[in-house]
């Protein structure tokens, strides 16, 4: 059966751009589309989606509508998978999006709408009870997070900070391999010394992977975020 999908963005011009491309994708439907929160909430109750893609800012306060509309349906629908999409840079609301739990839930670049396998792949995810994080976020968090004093991201190669981006987007072992043209043992070897050296464990399920690299990125946020601020 199809992934039901309702579509919340205030623009009316992104919004149709985004059925657009998910209009390509067999296994995707959309539901309904929205350009509110209020509407976004009642189309949820109507619809009963397995995936609501939301921007990250809509009326009525066009601030942070989709984090708390992300938050709202951890406690209401546990099992709708939230795509939240940003034209902003800033890992304090990507952060603020995974604080209760990365498990359906993924952050994109609005920039992304245009990438059709990065979308679709974004929504399969979370529907499956997985997760992804904008490469750029990750990017972002792991230079601000290097720079801080002793901190072991500092420790890390170049390489190993490549497949740490690779694994925050809900990677699987052989899709990084594939993406970075290495070998699925050489990637399992970066893994063993990325989290090694974070102190993160081994834990191989996808999605607590990536909540344990964002909860370390997430360690000196009060410094760099640029964003909302919130307590792991």
Excluded: W
């Excluded at 657009?20 to 539901?31: G, H, K, N, Q, W």
């Excluded at 629908?77 to 952060?95: D, M």
């Excluded at 050296?197 to 975020?225: I, P, Q, T, Y």
Aim: with cysteine; charged share 25%.
């Amino acid at each position: 059966m199809a992934l039901r999908i309702v579509v919340a963005e205030d623009s009316l011009l992104v919004r149709e751009g985004i059925e657009r491309v998910l209009s390509t994708a067999p296994d995707i439907e959309v539901a309904s589309s929205c350009g509110d929160y209020d509407a976004v909430v009642a189309a949820v109750e109507e619809q009963g989606p397995d995936v609501v893609l939301t921007d990250i800012k809509m009326p009525p306060t066009s601030t942070d509508e989709g984090i708390r509309l992300a938050a709202r349906l951890r406690d209401s629908h546990p099992n709708v998978g939230v795509v939240v999409l940003s034209q902003f840079c800033e890992p304090g609301y990507a952060l603020a999006l995974f604080e209760a739990g990365s498990d359906r839930r993924a952050y994109l670049l609005k920039e992304r709408v245009s990438d059709r396998s990065a979308l679709v792949s974004a929504i399969r995810s979370v529907a499956a009870g997985g997760s992804s994080v904008d490469p750029k976020v990750i990017d972002l968090l792991v230079r601000a997070r290097s720079g801080a004093a002793r901190s072991p991201l500092a420790e890390l190669t170049a390489r190993e900070r490549e497949v740490l981006a690779e694994i925050a987007q809900g990677k699987s072992n052989r899709a990084i391999a594939e993406s970075l043209f290495l070998t699925t043992r050489a990637v399992e070897k970066h893994i063993n010394s990325i989290f090694m050296k974070l102190n993160l464990g081994g834990a191989e399920d996808v999605s607590r992977r990536v909540k344990a690299a964002l909860m370390f990125l997430a360690e000196a946020r009060g410094d760099h975020s640029g964003g909302t601020t919130t307590s792991a």
